[in-house]
Structures are given as C-alpha cells and as structure tokens.
C-alpha cells in the first residue's frame, strides 16, 4: 500500500508541475525551457510561466507540441480565472472538473472522458464561458465551418470575435484537432488580457444543465404535499402527498416511469374493492412501468398517497398506520431503450391529516 502511494503521489506531482510551477517565480526572472528558444509560442509560453499558471517538466522541457487533455486545460481555465479549485475526493482532478461544473464552465456530462485530448473546439468553448461571455450565433466564415459541431461553432464564432482564436492559413478551423500545449498557452494569455481589460471580471457559480447524451433529460421531480391547506370536515377526498415529474413533457413518447417506496413495501400495491361486484377486489401495483404519453396527457402525478370514500377500504390504508414525522423513501426508475436510470425521493416531517380542501 505504501509503494501505491509513493507511486500516485510521484505522478501527481508530476502532472502538477506540468500544469503549474510549484516554485514561486521573482519579477523579471527570465524563464528557461530547453524546446521553446525558437518556438513560435515562447513569448505565451513564457508569460503564463510567469503568472503561475502552467509549469514546465521536471526535465526541464515545456513539451509545446504535445497534446493537452481536458481536465489539464480545465485546471488552467480556473487559473486563469482566478476561480479557487475544490479539493479533490476521487481522481486527481475530480476537485477541478467539479469546480468547473459548479461554475458553469463546462457542463454535467458534456465530456465524457476527462483523461482524454481536447479539441479546439471544445478548448474555445471552455474559454468563452471562462470569460462570463455568451456563445454569439449564427455561422462562422471559416472554409470547414459545416465541420465544425453544432455544440462548439457559436463558441468558436465568438472566441474568433474576441480575438482569442484564429484559424488556419487555408482558412480552417479544424475543431476536433487536438488542441496543443503552445495552443492553450496563446489563448489563455488572450484570456488573461480580456480579463485584465475588463478589470478582473469575476465570475459567479452559476451551473448549466446537464448534457443529455442517452436520450434521458435529468428529471424535475416535485413532492406536493397537502397538510398545510384549509381542512373541511364535508370534503370527499383526503390527499396526503402526489409526486410529479414537471418536465415529462422533455421526454420521447417511448420513455417509461417507475416509482418504488424503498421503506415501506405496503405502498407499493394495494386491492380495491370493486364498485359494480360485490365483494370483488382488484389488486394494483404502485411499482409497474407507466409510459410517458399517460403521465404527459393528464400531468398526472407518478405516486399519490389519497383517499377517498370508494378508496376507503384500500387495504394499505387501513392496515398502514400513518403517522405525524414519518420519513417516506422512493425511487423512480426511467427508462428509454436499454438504459435505466433512478433517481431518489425523499419525504421528511410527514403530517398526517383527515382531510384536505380538494377539488
């Protein structure tokens, strides 16, 4: 175990000073790199070693034509930003993409490797948004704009208008080429200077939805519950709480819904008796898939704990003791194709009342 963390230590350290200078540097200390003399990037590279932002290896080489992965240039983004990077939980730089997330400088789910290359366009995408700058739109005028993804071009269109990036002499872009170290020493520097011009722009958290990448939009889940409204003793129906999703309609029609009460089975079925046979029940499972055009065409809840004079004798609320400050647990399931995703439900400080002011 001790040779593991020697080892992880020894590589973090690594990474780190290739992304930061761990030593202080003196004003007008002239930094030194054995490949960048006649770089066409020295004077970036040169800057940003200044300001502490990114760091040579310990070979002394700065490396300007390797590739930069997204969570290396993320952590440069914050830099340059001035935005105070979390502490790291999981991976080495789970702390900086949980940052970048919070700050809306990258969005939930829109990189789905953090350890992998970025592109160009992606690296204009996260220095607009590092900027508080919005994507401007329409097309740009480079010769392969109808290349370029939809998700990056407006970003693309207004880092050109900044300033921060230009194309190719051929007049390309080249979006998904793999962005090199030289390459983000440049526009962070262009960055840093926007920013210096604008006095410092400070930047807030302010998060972005979630990327959809399987067709599942993350669910707007409400609990209503009753048991602060007017009570009338004459009222037909006694509701106690119903749980809704509020942006059904963002499903696709072939999307299913699942809910399952977690800590009481009992409310995950019920009989009820029948209206036109007497003494017959019928026998309901809370927990079966629902398809989305039902939930969508009434805006009914997915879960409903009520009563009502012919729901009087469901059995799991005459044998199910409802209680003042009992604490309900759910899980709801959605499905689209052969990906399930579940998401929790909690109800605190339950009240339990008669009636309620119904409709």
């Not at 930061?20 to 200390?29: D, M």
């Amino acid at each position: 175990m001790k040779r593991f963390l020697l080892i992880a230590l020894s590589i973090f350290l690594i990474i780190s000073m290739s992304i930061g200078s761990l030593a202080e540097k003196a004003p007008g200390e002239t930094i030194q790199f054995s490949d960048i003399s006649n770089h066409w990037a020295k004077e970036f590279i040169v800057t940003l070693t200044q300001k502490e932002i990114i760091g040579g290896y310990p070979d002394g080489t700065f490396k300007p034509n390797n590739n930069i992965k997204v969570s290396e240039f993320t952590i440069l983004v914050l830099k340059t930003a001035g935005i105070p990077i979390n502490q790291s939980t999981g991976a080495w730089y789970q702390g900086a993409i949980d940052t970048a997330i919070e700050y809306g400088i990258i969005a939930k789910g829109e990189f789905n490797d953090y350890e992998r290359n970025i592109n160009r366009g992606e690296m204009a995408r996260m220095i607009v948004r590092g900027l508080g700058e919005q994507a401007s739109t329409g097309e740009t005028n480079f010769a392969d704009n109808g290349q370029i993804p939809s998700d990056v071009k407006e970003f693309v269109k207004k880092a050109v208008e900044l300033g921060i990036i230009g194309g190719y002499p051929d007049n390309s872009f080249k979006s998904a080429g793999n962005a090199t170290r030289a390459e983000a020493t440049v526009v962070l520097t262009k960055m840093m200077d926007i920013r210096k011009e604008g006095g410092n722009i400070v930047i807030t958290p302010n998060p972005l939805p979630p990327v959809v990448t399987d067709g599942i939009p993350e669910p707007d889940i409400e609990v209503v519950t009753y048991w602060d409204t007017d009570i009338e003793e004459n009222l037909w129906e006694t509701k106690h709480f119903e749980i809704y999703i509020r942006n059904i309609d963002d499903y696709s029609a072939d999307t299913q819904f699942r809910i399952v009460c977690t800590n009481y089975e009992e409310l995950n079925s019920f009989e009820q008796p029948s209206w036109a046979v007497e003494g017959k029940w019928y026998y309901h499972d809370n927990t079966v898939w629902i398809d989305q055009p039902k939930l969508a065409e009434y805006k009914a809840p997915i879960y409903e704990l009520s009563r009502s004079p012919y729901f009087i004798a469901r059995k799991y609320i005459n044998t199910f003791k409802l209680k003042d400050g009992m604490t309900f647990e759910f899980k709801v399931y959605i499905k689209k194709g052969k990906v399930t995703k579940e998401y929790p439900v909690k109800i605190d400080n339950f009240k339990y009342i008669e009636r309620k002011k119904g409709y």
